[in-house]
């Protein structure tokens, strides 16, 4: 009843996409200033936001996609672009502003989606649910699903460690350092997006 090779290669997959170590400096940077508790609350909020978007699409993307005539370079430049907002508000320390940081909840926008339920998560989720075969197939999906939201938050709930590490000047590095990362990423899921876009034309 379970598949060793369909978990192993989807979980894989999802690590290297939704990237537990990278994630770490976006969400100190995203969540400084807030107290211990509304940190770890907010890692939690942010994987269960992820987890939900993710289970949503399993189970009903193709319809969602084609009833909302989206294509999936439409979403991943979407994503993109999104994500290129908020490294900019990083770069520039707007993400700093009381105003900013802690009237936002950032456990869902942009850490739960697009940051860690992403276009590529998303489509690969979408894919490995179809191509499964029978209930062990199915099992070891789901299992591995799981499996990456749980490394997701023990990353996350653990990265606050850090924070008591490198204290307030250590925190305003980190938060550029993620507004770089971050801007990057959105640069190539922009430019991976118009790609598929010109390669369908």
């Given at each position: 009843?379970?598949?060793?090779?369909v978990?192993?290669?989807?979980?894989?997959?999802?690590?290297?996409?939704?990237?537990?170590?990278?994630?770490?400096?976006?969400?100190?940077?995203?969540?400084?200033?807030?107290?211990?508790?509304?940190?770890?609350?907010?890692?939690?909020q942010?994987?269960?936001?992820?987890g939900?978007?993710?289970?949503?699409?399993?189970?009903?993307?193709?319809?969602?996609?084609?009833?909302?005539?989206?294509?999936?370079?439409?979403?991943?430049?979407?994503?993109?672009?999104?994500?290129?907002?908020?490294?900019?508000?990083?770069l520039?320390?707007?993400?700093?502003?009381?105003?900013?940081?802690?009237?936002?909840?950032?456990?869902?926008?942009?850490?739960?989606?697009?940051?860690?339920?992403?276009?590529?998560?998303?489509?690969?989720?979408?894919?490995?649910?179809?191509?499964?075969?029978?209930?062990?197939?199915?099992?070891?999906?789901?299992?591995?699903?799981?499996?990456?939201?749980?490394?997701?938050?023990l990353?996350?709930?653990?990265?606050?460690?850090?924070?008591?590490?490198?204290?307030?000047?250590?925190?305003?590095?980190?938060?550029?350092?993620?507004?770089?990362?971050?801007?990057?990423?959105?640069?190539?899921?922009?430019?991976?997006?118009?790609?598929?876009?010109?390669?369908?034309?």
């Amino acid at each position: 009843m379970f598949d060793l090779a369909v978990f192993g290669s989807l979980f894989l997959t999802l690590f290297v996409i939704m990237d537990p170590p990278g994630i770490t400096p976006i969400f100190l940077g995203l969540t400084a200033g807030r107290p211990a508790r509304t940190q770890k609350r907010m890692a939690f909020q942010a994987v269960c936001v992820a987890g939900g978007v993710i289970t949503v699409f399993g189970l009903l993307g193709h319809q969602i996609l084609a009833h909302l005539h989206v294509s999936v370079p439409a979403l991943m430049i979407a994503g993109g672009l999104l994500l290129l907002l908020i490294a900019l508000d990083l770069l520039t320390g707007k993400s700093d502003e009381p105003t900013q940081t802690k009237d936002v909840n950032v456990a869902l926008v942009p850490l739960g989606m697009p940051l860690l339920a992403g276009p590529g998560a998303i489509v690969s989720v979408i894919l490995a649910v179809q191509k499964a075969d029978g209930v062990a197939g199915q099992v070891s999906v789901w299992a591995a699903i799981l499996a990456i939201h749980v490394v997701l938050w023990l990353t996350m709930r653990y990265s606050l460690l850090i924070i008591r590490v490198i204290k307030d000047g250590g925190v305003v590095l980190v938060t550029r350092l993620a507004g770089m990362m971050l801007s990057a990423i959105a640069v190539q899921q922009i430019i991976n997006g118009v790609t598929q876009v010109v390669r369908a034309a």
